[in-house]
């Protein structure tokens, strides 16, 4: 009503995701920094997140959440990043590969193709909102992979298919990481002759798994700072093949009809 604060509004709630997810540690790190400490980060999961933000906007209620990019939510609603004078959730932020060591010689031809394998969001964004629509992930993936076979055919072009050789790949529930995890065992499946399980966790064994090399490879690595913790962790236990995305951004995110533009509105 009237006169109220935007943070009595929402109760001075942060509606966060996983507590494993690196947006979380950016998040709290930003309530440290600006000086939010009548604020909490709520902890829950992608898909709650999305849920609140939709019951929000059906009522045109105020919501802050923790937001990023590339996500269908920015397709569907009229959204907007807090402005981060501080930086606190980094600037040039990139999705990549990240595999076991040894893999290049277990499995010279699913390098070669993760070597290759680069995006973008707007390719992303297609397989995302067709997910969002109700369409099955594999499904979603392989759609999409039929309809972009020239992209599909660079990135395998004349590696040599396997024959059923076992393949994992780790992951957690992020519609980005769905997303790309569903079209690479897609590829790895139909194009190279893997046998693929995609091992859907939180991200600490996301990232432990490839370390310990009981996982092959993750394309879900948010660096240089959304995993920087991870990564200064087990960086000397993987090999990171680069970039699979770049232009990717985190931070926290509100409807367009809420009246704070900069994180330091919300002091
Ligand atoms: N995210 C999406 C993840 C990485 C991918 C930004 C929610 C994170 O915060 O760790």
Redesign the pocket.
Known sequence: AGGKSLGDQVKHEIIG??P???????ASAAIEEYGLSDWTLIEGS?AAMTATLAKAIKSEQPIII?G?TP?WMFAKYDLKYLEDPKKVFGEAEE?HTVVRKGLKEAHPEAYEFLERFEWTSDEMGEIMTAIQEGQDPAEAAKAWAESHSDRVDAWTADIQPVNGDTFKLSY?A????IASTNLIQYILESRLGYKVTALQVE?GPMWTGVANGDVDATA?A?LPL??ADYWDKYKDQVEDLGANMTG?R?GLVVPSYVEANSIEDLK
């Not at 494993?20 to 950016?26: L, R, V, W, Y």
């Not at 992020?174 to 990481?177: G, I, K, V």
């Open positions: 995701i996983d494993g997810a690196g947006i979380m540690k950016a992608s923790t990023w996500h999705i957690v992020w519609d980005s990481e991200a879900a948010w959304t995993h990717v985190t």
